[in-house]
Each structure stands twice: as structure tokens, then as C-alpha cells.
């Protein structure tokens, strides 16, 4: 399914944050965006594919092949494969999803792989507090791609 990414864009209005993902461990990124999805802002992130996870490849594939592979066909509870809608779910998890509050601020975060047309001539933002190599002196970490890729998606 072709996502038109203007349409999305649109949907934000004029006043929004881009977020390169790109160099960004996972977790650290996901709960700056959901704190600050919480005081009302709108945040587009781009290169979600280029997000980190830190720790050793195996365990850190292991650990979401469980989270996965958990439920059923018919029941879920489902996780998904594609690495913008993990990110999401990343975020999701950081958020009050069961109240009204939550699921708004939900609602005013975007994800894509890449940077689409429409974001090109925009400037993005880093945050200092979630980038790898100001924070972690690890050479042990995962591309959420590659994850995605271990779980079976075919698109990056």
C-alpha cells in the first residue's frame, strides 16, 4: 500500500519538528519524541530505518523474534516487521496509550523510512541526549533495518 506522503504532511498543518532518526539509539529517541508528543507538539521523523539498538546483534534479534512470534494469527496481540511502524511502536509504548491524552499525542507523531520529496528542503533535528556516539561508547548495536529485516520484512 503506497502511503501519499503529501497527504500525510498536510494533515500537520505548517508547524511541525522533523527528527532525523539516522546515528539515534532507539529507546533515547523514543521517549524524548513521547515527551514531547505529550506538551503538544507534532513531529515528523524521517530515517527511521537508520535508528540503533544497542547491545549484541543476537540477543537484541532474539528479543524481537519473542515479542513477534507472541500471540496468534487470529488474536494477536501483533507486532509489526516494518521498521517506521516498530519505531512507532517504540514511542507507543512511552506513551499513556489507554487514555484520550495518549492516543492524541499519538496521533500527532509521523514516521517514514527515508526522507521523503516533500521534507527535502527542510532542516532536521538532532537530539544530543539519544545520538550514539555522544552517549554510548558501545560497538555493539543493531540498525533497526536489520532487525526488520530478521523478522522477515523485504523492503529495506
Do not use: C
Not at 498543518?13 to 532518526?21: C, E, L, P, R, S
Not at 532542516?123 to 550514539?132: G, H, M, N, S, Y
Amino acid at each position: 500500500m503506497a502511503v501519499n506522503v503529501s497527504r500525510v504532511i498536510k494533515t500537520l498543518g505548517d508547524d511541525f519538528t522533523v527528527i532525523d532518526a539516522s546515528g539515534h539509539i532507539l529507546g533515547r529517541l523514543s521517549s524524548k519524541i513521547a515527551k514531547r508528543l505529550l506538551n503538544g507538539e507534532r513531529i515528523v521523523v524521517v530515517n527511521a530505518e537508520k535508528a540503533v539498538i544497542t547491545g549484541d546483534k543476537y540477543m537484541v534479534f532474539e528479543r524481537y523474534k519473542e515479542k513477534y512470534d507472541r500471540g496468534s494469527k487470529e488474536k494477536g496481540p501483533y507486532f509489526p516487521r516494518h521498521p517506521e511502524r516498530i519505531f512507532k511502536r517504540t514511542v507507543r509504548g512511552m506513551l499513556p496509550w489507554k487514555s484520550s491524552r495518549g492516543r492524541d499525542a499519538y496521533r500527532r507523531l509521523r514516521v517514514f523510512m527515508g526522507v521523503p520529496e516533500e521534507l527535502q528542503g527542510r532542516e532536521f533535528e538532532k537530539i544530543e541526549d539519544a545520538l550514539l556516539e555522544k552517549v554510548s561508547k558501545t560497538d555493539k548495536y543493531v540498525t533497526l533495518a536489520e532487525v526488520s529485516r530478521y523478522l522477515g520484512f523485504r523492503g529495506v
